[in-house]
T-cell receptor
């Protein structure tokens, strides 16, 4: 089925470890986004890529880096994980910004 | 900070009743969107209303937008137990960022 695929679905990291969250979409969408969702905070934008080759910071970019590898793939990297980065991470994409398609999320725990 | 704020934070109704959820925002927008999230799942796009529109319908959903009051409402008619979920409003501004509120938890009792 067409959509947004995120891997992994679950991950436990130790403080200071690094990891990359992968996101791929097969809908030929131009724009891709990374959000984090915390209890009581709703979704907050970490980084986004309006088109292939461009990336921009969102509301909470500190501690993260992103790569728009090609039109399909947009990865999120944590260089040195901290407990404050424990969250559920969602990738989303859109063609024309009129309706976003979300992945099923990555539940990350940093201990 | 969140652009949109939903009200109420939680809503519990009986199956068959209508559910009304409200969203207020602070700055000018291009469009406002509503999403649903079932427990443990990703968000699903429900409906979008543009800044030059006042009302839109999709099945049992009706959304209104009042740009003078910077507010929107989502009405779900004849609710079903399957409508139990969290609902988020999101506003899109000219700089391409979709900003979400904190969400409303809707419980529909059978």
């Amino acid at each position: 089925n067409a959509g947004v695929t995120q891997t992994p679905k679950f991950q436990v990291l130790k403080t200071g470890q690094s990891m990359t969250l992968q996101c791929a979409q097969d809908m030929n969408h131009n724009s891709m986004y990374w959000y984090r969702q915390d209890p009581g905070m709703g979704l907050r934008l970490i980084y986004y890529s309006a088109s292939e080759g461009t990336t921009d910071k969102g509301e909470v970019p500190n501690g993260y880096n992103v790569s728009r590898l090609n039109k399909r793939e947009f990865s999120l990297r944590l260089e040195s994980a901290a407990p404050s980065q424990t969250s559920v991470y969602f990738c989303a994409s859109t063609w024309d910004r009129e309706g976003y398609t979300f992945g099923s999320g990555t539940r990350l725990t940093v201990v | 900070s969140q652009q949109g704020e939903e009200d109420p934070q939680a809503l519990s109704i009986q199956e068959g009743e209508n559910a009304t959820m409200n969203c207020s925002y602070k700055t000018s927008i291009n469009n406002l969107q509503w999403y649903r999230q079932n427990s443990g799942r990703g968000l699903v796009h429900l409906i979008l209303i543009r800044s030059n529109e006042r009302e839109k319908h999709s099945g049992r959903l009706r959304v209104t937008l009042d740009t003078s009051k910077k507010s929107s409402s989502l009405l779900i008619t004849a609710s079903r137990a399957a409508d139990t979920a969290s609902y988020f409003c999101a506003t899109e501004r000219a700089n391409s960022k979709l900003t979400f509120g904190k969400g409303i938890t809707l419980s529909v009792r059978p």
